[in-house]
């Protein structure tokens, strides 16, 4: 039996495998190792003025609200400025219509800043909060600034609050505190019962936005684009702008968040614990927008009474200092898909090892390093498997050429050689095969991590996130790849050996493409593979190069 046709199978499929269930992971699917994510539930459809009513679910249906009352003067802009977040709030409905990072550039041009909510001809991402259960103050209904300071300057907080006028016997003040530091802001309700009976409001917070990706990548890869529910029982779960439909999907919790995301940046509602249930709900509006939101059920009103919520709205880079404890499970936005496990450790892993370099390329270079010397035992163990078949060689060939007309006793002679010679035909494979899983992780976690995002290494690699300008990592990784080849045993069959030198060429086009800290991180990965198996060749007596193509 001829060993070497059944490994190339076996890393063909093993590769589909886990490209496929990369594919289905991305798609927010269950892939191919986990229960698929559990469907939420149809509701009967909704008005479209992007109020979320007829939302709650149970056995008795809430009454078909009254649709928001359109604005009876045009809209202000009040700007706020803090460390980090340049923000306009409008004053129909208090809601956040523009959001600059000061510390990100624009992914198409540097010269502007990082824009993540805004709203215009063009574009729509913005987020909204609002009353339902009756003609309440809603994101559609004029708020007024109330006095205060609207720049941060040298304070550690800023507190801006907007206050609506009386609308269906409630009032309605919403404040918006923005610490220094921090892209989490902190967002206070104060709901007023100003009538004469008791009321059952409901206080709904979304993201509304449109379908357009601002992160499209490549034909190669794919990075996650659309919405993201959490809660404890649930946990997290993703959906592509393309699963919303006319009538809503809605869940109902007793915890969690709801955000939106795309590749580096995160927009998240999240409600901090509260005694009433809540429910998440995702749907498609007119001109191509797309609401995900959170319902709070506030308990009753009595006349004069008042009822507060407090909830955290983050705007900003999945920054793991900044998502970590921020909320239960919000970590999950750095989306590292089914090698969680063991992306996070890697990442940790990473960042140590910046703090003490203090430059992304570097510390790439150094985690590669740190890799090849935890796998030195095994990736040894595979290349003295491949130096002894690369010794055996011209023996094989021969062989092979001996029994070309008897395929039975061609094998047969080569299960003896292998037995008499000591070498397992999979010994080359199997620990390369054990190493796969961390490879894919180390992969999600370079494209995945914002730190790298504009982080410059050296010479003409300015941002380890963007394709390499001149091409010249992908040119010398491909370059080693070759040099690999040479260094491997050349198969006996002709077809399998001109297999192995077009491999190398196919996979690296798509390194041309791939963000420069992806090929860095694999040019450095050849670099040091191509030294071990040079000297375990060396100390074998092997030849270092095959000859054959």
């Keep these: 039996m001829d060993y070497r046709r059944s490994i190339l199978w076996v890393i063909f499929t093993v590769s589909v495998i886990f490209l496929y269930n990369s594919w289905l992971r991305s798609k927010g699917e269950g892939g191919l190792f986990g229960e698929p994510p559990k469907p939420v539930a149809s509701q009967p459809a909704a008005p479209t003025s992007g109020v979320p009513s007829s939302l709650a679910s149970g056995p008795a249906a809430a009454p078909q609200l009254a649709p928001a009352r359109p604005t009876q003067q045009p809209a202000t802009l009040t700007e706020v400025r803090t460390d980090l977040l340049d923000l ?3 004053s129909q409905g208090a809601s956040v219509v523009y959001a600059g990072l000061r510390k990100y550039q624009s992914q198409n041009d540097s010269a502007k800043r990082m824009v993540l909510f805004e709203q215009n001809g063009q574009r729509t991402y913005v987020a909204q909060s609002g009353l339902v259960g009756g003609d309440f103050p809603n994101h559609q209904t004029p708020m007024t600034l109330l006095p205060g300071p609207l720049d941060m300057g040298q304070a550690k907080s800023l507190t801006v609050s907007f206050r609506s006028p009386v609308v269906g016997g409630v009032q309605l003040t919403r404040s918006y505190t923005f610490h220094r530091g921090s892209y ?7 709901v007023v019962n100003k009538g004469s009976v008791e009321l059952r409001p409901q206080l709904y917070m979304q993201l509304v936005r449109d379908g357009h990706n601002p992160s499209e990548g490549t034909h190669f890869y794919h990075t996650f684009f659309g919405a993201a529910l959490y809660d404890s029982a649930a946990k997290f779960q993703k959906f592509e ?7 809503p999907k809605t869940r109902q919790a007793s915890d969690g968040w709801v955000a939106v995301l795309q590749q580096y940046f995160a927009a998240a509602w999240l409600p901090q614990p509260y005694r009433g249930a809540r429910e998440f709900y995702m749907r498609k509006l007119p001109d191509g927008l797309y609401a995900t939101g959170v319902l709070l059920h506030l308990p009753g009103l009595a006349p004069g009474a008042q009822e507060q919520a407090s909830q955290v709205l983050f705007v900003g880079p999945e920054l793991q200092s900044q998502v970590e404890g921020l909320a239960p499970g919000f970590e999950l936005v750095r989306d590292y898909g089914w090698v969680t496990i063991i992306a996070k450790p890697l990442f940790w892993v990473l960042e140590q090892i910046h703090r003490l370099l203090g430059n992304w390329g ?3 270079i150094g985690l590669t390093i740190l890799l090849k010397l935890a796998f030195f035992p095994l990736t040894a163990a595979s290349y003295r498997s491949m130096a002894r078949m690369k010794a055996v060689g011209p023996r094989l060939t021969a062989l092979r050429e001996r029994h070309k007309d008897d395929p039975q006793a061609m094998n047969a002679a080569m299960v003896e050689m292998y037995r008499k010679e000591k070498i397992n035909p999979l010994g080359g494979c199997l620990p390369v095969v054990i190493q796969i899983p961390v490879f894919i992780a180390l ?14 290494w050296l010479g003409w690699i300015h941002d380890l996130s963007a394709k390499d300008p001149y091409y010249v990592l992908p040119l010398v990784m491909t370059a080693t790849s070759f040099l690999q080849v040479k260094l491997n045993p050349t198969p006996p069959d002709p077809m399998q050996a001109r297999l192995m030198w077009i491999m190398p060429l196919a996979f690296s086009v798509m390194f041309f493409f791939f963000p420069s800290g992806l090929v860095l991180y694999w040019l450095t990965n050849n670099i040091f593979s191509i030294a071990q198996q040079w000297f375990i060749n060396r100390k074998m007596g092997v030849p270092e190069f095959s000859t054959a193509k």
Excluded at 184 to 190: C, L, M, Q, S
Excluded at 443 to 456: D, I, K, N, Q, T
């Design 184 to 190: 989490a802001i902190d967002v206070r309700d104060t």
């Design 241 to 247: 702008f393309s699963d919303f439909h006319d009538q």
């Design 88 to 90: 306009k709030i409008s």
């Design 362 to 364: 570097w510390s790439i």
């Design 443 to 456: 992969y999600w976690v370079l494209l995945s991590s914002v730190e790298l995002r504009g982080a410059p």
